[in-house]
């Protein structure tokens, strides 16, 4: 009897521990990394829900810029939430500010984080190594995010020593206006991490849809061969670009037809995503480069930021 009850405890005490394993993390510290247009936007939506937020990059100059591009961001917020209510509208920048804070030094602030999102530059070698200088200094609970667009989730997650609690949110910009995030899964991701990077993206307001991680996730896999697709229309003379933009917004009910939606996101942006998705399948027709956009990146014409891509910008 006394074995019995011994071994009742014993698988009660083992039952609970699993339980607590098994139990979702609740992020409340986020330490976003890269103060640009995305990081920032990740860092303003998170600081807006409550969460405690340190923005990092690598100058004081750059999180100057990034914090000035919140507050106008956040006044543009509150012209809409709180048209009629213009006190409320203050308080609400107020905390949100106040929930917001910047560091130049990644490894002084993750040693006190729930989740780390990476929004750096789109280079393999480079978001390899700040994951696995991060790796170090990091709790064991913490989890590692990346707002990559176009890179393997999985390599990335491979520069660490938390796979399991390594991750996708893919972003969209402009990050406070946009509702989509993508939550990417590896096969080494716990179903742990994934549901608790479900319930951050839900927490902080947007709308998360899951996948594999598979090249481009779901949006830019379908997005990114239809502009290449276009691009290759154009270039065997089938039709003009002008025709091939008006046809998709007035035939499809696209906001941008392919051509201006290239200038907008970047030449440069999207050859970067097509070379390095040529290169892991390099047999796909989909993937295949493009003379002309390689080109017109060649040519620095990167679209609307250089002041001409497909299209002349004034």
């Known amino acids: 009897m006394a074995f019995a009850t011994r071994h009742f405890v014993r ?4 039952s609970a521990a699993a339980t607590a394993a ?3 993390l609740v992020v409340k ?12 936007g990740i860092a303003q939506v998170a600081a807006a829900s409550g969460h405690t937020v340190v923005l990092v990059d690598q100058s004081d100059e750059i999180l100057k810029k990034s ?3 919140i507050e106008e961001s956040l006044k543009r917020v509150t012209k809409k939430k709180f048209a009629d209510k213009p006190e409320a509208g203050a308080e609400f920048i107020e905390k949100t500010l106040k929930n917001l804070s910047t560091s130049t030094d990644a490894v002084a ?18 978001k390899n190594e700040l994951f696995k200088r991060l790796d170090k200094f990091a709790p064991e609970h913490t989890i590692f995010a990346s707002n990559t667009s176009s890179l393997q989730i999985t390599q990335l997650a491979n ?3 938390r796979q399991d ?19 990417i899964k590896t096969p080494m991701t716990s179903q742990k991490t994934f549901e608790s990077l479900v319930d951050f993206s839900k927490a902080v307001g947007k709308s998360p849809v899951s996948c594999k991680d598979t090249p481009g996730f779901i949006v830019n896999r379908l997005l990114v061969p239809y502009m290449m697709e276009a691009v290759r229309l154009f270039e065997r003379g089938d039709a003009s670009k002008e025709d091939i933009d008006v046809a998709m917004k007035l035939g499809a009910g696209y906001p941008m037809g392919p051509f201006e939606l290239l200038d907008y996101v970047g030449l440069d942006t999207s050859k970067y995503i097509i070379d390095g998705w040529h290169s892991l399948e390099p047999n796909n027709p989909l993937f295949a480069p493009s003379p ?3 080109k017109l990146v060649q040519e620095k014409k990167l679209g609307k930021k250089t002041g001409e891509g497909f299209y002349k910008y004034k």
């Open 159 to 161: 520069s660490t020593t």
């Open 29 to 40: 510290h986020v330490t976003v990394i890269g103060g640009g247009l995305m990081g920032a």
């Open 67 to 69: 914090t000035k591009g």
């Open 22 to 24: 098994a139990k979702k």
């Open 292 to 294: 002309l956009l390689n």
């Open 165 to 183: 609690r390594f991750g996708g949110l893919h972003f969209f910009n402009p990050v406070p206006m946009m509702k989509l995030v993508e939550v």
């Open 11 to 14: 698988t009660a005490a083992s």
């Open 109 to 126: 602030v993750v040693h006190s984080t729930d989740l780390v999102i990476e929004a750096i530059v789109e280079n393999q070698e480079i």
